[in-house]
């Protein structure tokens, strides 16, 4: 045995952002090191993602985990104990033997990849190098550009409008610290006008303001407001981001709006999308189609696609094959990477791998229930992805992501080099012609 040979591993009941039972797993090392590691839960999912194994029964709403986490303190620690850490790709290949299922659903995806990030984090630790360092293995690495919400919607604010994330993205600033600043004035600035108009109800799940509005485009409206409100140009310096999420209002080709009553077909939905991005200053637009609608993704991506960043999650759920076969089709031009839809860093790194070979945008991504980990920040680093989606710039479980990158922006120094816009398309943030 080395000194990187797994000598236990403990799963613990934690709880996340939205006061639920999530997983817990730390690893520990012959050599002392120490891993930890938190599976987050997303509210919005993805019917091939990774299973969220949760016990059922009348107990917190069905939503415990204590069959996951039997499942760490069982069958995973007594068949990765004396596995050598480092060796990332043997560790997550046994995890996916030992469930043996297409979506995690024996062991759960929460079990499993809480352990493999804590693996990854034992190995760096016993590397004494920070995780992002650990990753890029000395190839260089940038500060990811931001995605960050502004008004939450869906299912992430009881459905009170019906597009999931109205976002920006600080396409002027020069380093992280900068877009963080940008962001903080713009974030400002929404609250201030929701306040003189009457409307400031709190916030959603991942800590946009909640959207109190009469219409889904009414937000885009107040966006652009905050963004020129706090001195920015909109589409120059702050540009917007929506997640649609439309697999939640849509299948079989047909999308219904619950808060405009209105249902439209699949051409009439791309139709909405097209208006509104020509109209106003929208860099990337997430899932703009069901998953379940490849035909309406590769219609909305062929007339979009040169200009805006056109993101598959649902559709895509960070696996590599579906990754690659969207970029054969030319169904959408990046990819959301979100750990534990995969349910092990290898078969993570594996969708990234395949969105990068296909010349996709990258946005490592958190989910809608997170807590203080921040693995996601030293992936987005090391792997280089160029992007960031963590929610909102409120909440400690969202901050602690973002003040995460700042450490690494500093630790960096003069060798710290910043994403910036030009991981979009030239044109984003223009207005479709």
């Known amino acids: 045995m080395t000194n990187t040979s797994i000598t236990s591993i403990r799963g613990r009941r934690v709880w996340d952002s939205r006061g639920r039972p999530t997983v817990e797993a730390e690893v520990r090392l012959r050599g002392g090191a120490i891993g930890r590691a938190i599976a987050p839960a997303g509210a919005s999912r993805g019917t091939h993602e990774a299973i969220d194994l949760r016990d059922g029964g009348p107990g917190l709403g069905g939503m415990d985990v204590s069959l996951a986490v039997g499942h760490v303190n069982g069958d995973i620690a007594a068949r990765l104990t004396g596995m050598d850490a480092t060796d990332q ?4 290949a046994a995890l996916i033997a030992l469930d043996g299922t297409p979506t995690k659903g024996r062991l759960g995806g929460n079990a499993t990849i809480a352990v493999s990030m804590a693996v990854l984090h034992a190995a760096a630790a016993g590397a004494g190098l920070p995780l992002y360092a650990h990753l890029a293995h000395d190839r260089p690495v940038r500060l990811p550009l931001p995605e960050i919400q502004i008004f939450g919607g869906g299912a992430h604010a009881g459905r009170r409008v019906d597009i999931q994330d109205f976002m920006v993205m600080p396409l002027g600033a020069r380093s992280f610290a900068q877009a963080l600043d940008m962001t903080a004035e713009v974030y400002r600035a929404a609250g201030l006008l929701m306040q003189e108009a009457g409307r400031l109800q709190g916030v959603a ?23 020129e409100r706090a001195g920015f140009t909109p589409g120059d310096d702050v540009a917007i981001s929506l997640d649609v999420a439309a697999s939640e209002f849509g299948a079989d080709g047909r999308y219904t ?42 219609a909305f991506t062929a007339v979009a696609g040169h200009r805006i960043q056109v993101i598959g999650d649902d559709f895509l759920v960070t696996n590599a094959e579906r990754v690659r076969e969207a970029a054969r089709s030319r169904a959408c031009n990046a990819v959301l990477i979100k750990p534990n839809q995969a349910g092990t860093v290898t078969e993570t790194h594996a969708a990234f791998e395949a969105g990068m070979a296909a010349d996709f ?4 991504s958190a989910r809608s229930g997170e807590t203080e980990d921040v693995t996601i920040v030293h992936l987005a680093t090391g792997w280089n992805a160029g992007q960031l989606k963590v929610g909102s710039f409120a909440r400690s479980e ?20 910043f994403a910036g816009r030009e991981v979009l398309p030239p044109d984003a943030g223009k207005p479709l012609p």
């Open 205 to 227: 799940d991942e800590g946009g303001f909640w959207p109190a509005f009469d219409s889904n485009e009414e937000a885009l409206g107040l966006l652009v407001r905050a963004i």
């Open 398 to 417: 969202r901050m602690c992501k973002w003040n995460e990158a700042l450490r690494l922006e500093e630790s960096l120094g003069d060798r710290a080099v």
């Open 257 to 298: 709006l619950g808060l405009e009553r209105q249902q439209m077909d699949r051409d009439g939905m791309i139709e909405m999308l097209l208006d509104w991005c020509r109209r106003y200053p929208i860099a990337s637009v997430e899932d703009p189609l069901a998953e379940d609608d490849p035909d309406g993704m590769r």
């Open 89 to 92: 790709r043997a560790v997550d």
């Open 361 to 364: 945008g990258t946005i490592v």
